[in-house]
């Protein structure tokens, strides 16, 4: 079976730096995947990791560990619009993305 | 990007009755198409893999002759809610895949209210 935790809800300062974690355990791995959903909207994309290592991807990076089952996103510069839920999916071999529960973000002044 | 539209955006029903859900890939061709459902603050729970031209594959605990399926074209996919219930109220989204395409966008999802 596949299992996935990250945090339910983090507060972090507009203009910080917020690293939101997540964990895996999964039978096989295909590709870790990172969205962004705002209340009430579908899911944007935000990233894709298969090999270990950091993805910079702007204000966003997204890191990969697939030893330690260990991924995390990082928010740079946070802005008020952040604030939004961020969800940590994963793929195993030949199977369709499974969802954590997603992370609650605020984005305080 | 690829584009993926679904229609209608949101919908208030009588209990009791049938509901369609179309979702559209604008710009590639979905050989896949999942089907999402979300509650209030709660996850993405996948309900259906649906590949074109062939039944879908539902997820354990998905009633396949409530929640029709049909993908009948590389363009189209579309769930229909059957007997609606207000526990059926929810947030249905699709996403559509192209072979092994990463990024697999997103439907804007539609929001189903159950009177």
């Known amino acids: 079976g596949q299992n996935i935790d990250q945090p339910t809800e983090m507060t972090a300062t507009e203009g910080a730096i917020v690293q939101i974690n997540c964990t895996y355990q999964?039978?096989?791995?295909?590709?870790l995947f990172w969205y962004q959903q705002h209340a009430g909207e579908a899911p944007t994309f935000l990233s894709y990791?298969?090999?270990?290592g950091l993805e910079e991807k702007g204000r966003f990076s997204s890191f990969l560990s697939r030893s330690k089952g260990y991924s995390y996103l990082l928010l740079k510069e946070l802005q008020m619009k952040d604030s939004a839920s961020y969800l940590c999916?994963?793929?195993?071999?030949?199977?369709?993305?499974?969802f954590g529960k997603g992370t609650r973000l605020s984005v305080i002044a | 990007g690829a584009v993926v539209s679904q229609h209608p955006s949101w919908v208030i029903c009588k209990s009791g009755t049938s509901v369609k859900i179309e979702c559209r890939s604008l710009?590639?061709?979905?050989?896949?198409m999942f089907w999402y459902r979300q509650f209030p603050k709660q996850s993405l729970m996948l309900m259906a893999t649906?590949?074109?031209?062939?039944?879908?594959?539902?997820e354990q605990g998905v009633e396949k002759d409530k929640f029709l399926i049909n993908h009948a074209s590389l363009t189209l996919s579309t769930l229909t809610v059957t007997s609606a219930h207000p526990e059926d109220s929810s947030f249905y989204i699709c996403?559509?895949?192209?072979?092994?395409?990463?990024?697999?966008?997103f439907g804007p999802g539609t929001r189903l209210t159950v009177l």
């Open positions: 999916a994963v793929r195993g071999p030949k199977k369709p993305l499974v």
């Open positions: 649906s590949n074109e031209g062939s039944k879908a594959t539902y």
């Open positions: 990791n298969v090999l270990d």
């Open positions: 999964t039978s096989g791995f295909n590709g």
């Open positions: 710009d590639f061709q979905a050989t896949t």
């Open positions: 996403r559509g895949g192209a072979s092994s395409t990463d990024t697999q966008y």
